[in-house]
């Protein structure tokens, strides 16, 4: 069975860093053809597809923060993570972890639909 459970989520002040982890079971990110992506979604917004990675190790980020967030992998501990630099208020959300065998949709229902597998989000609040 695929799991996927993120963690590293919490409360910052603008201009603060957080890094959320993506810890996958039932599969191997080194040796399975997963895309993986981050999504988030903020009170009364849809859901957002903000960085993918995928299975040939290629990545991408929405506009919005580009030169701030960094997807990466560390293959040992088979986990995702999203490095979240220079946070501002508009980046409140909750974050989830999603992975496809196939390309990452980038409208999907967070949490839900969309994607094979999702997490069940972590919160990022930041203030000014």
């Known amino acids: 069975e695929v799991q996927l459970v993120e963690s590293g989520g919490g409360s910052v002040q603008a201009g603060g860093s957080l890094r959320l982890s993506c810890t996958a079971s039932?599969?191997?990110?080194?040796?399975?053809?997963?895309?993986m992506a981050w999504y988030r979604q903020a009170p009364g917004n849809e859901c957002e597809l903000v960085s993918t990675?995928?299975?040939?190790?290629?990545?991408d980020y929405v506009d919005s923060v580009k030169g701030r967030f960094t997807i990466s992998q560390d293959n040992a501990k088979n986990t995702v993570y999203l490095q979240l630099n220079s946070l501002k208020p508009e980046d409140s959300a909750v974050y989830y972890c999603?992975?496809?065998?196939?390309?990452?949709?980038?409208?999907?229902?967070?949490?839900?639909?969309?994607?094979?597998?999702w997490g069940k989000g972590t919160l990022v609040t930041v203030s000014s």
């Open positions: 039932g599969f191997t990110l080194n040796d399975d053809e997963f895309d």
């Open positions: 999603a992975a496809d065998l196939g390309p990452v949709v980038p409208q999907a229902k967070c949490g839900s639909y969309g994607m094979d597998y």
């Open positions: 990675l995928s299975s040939d190790g290629n990545t």
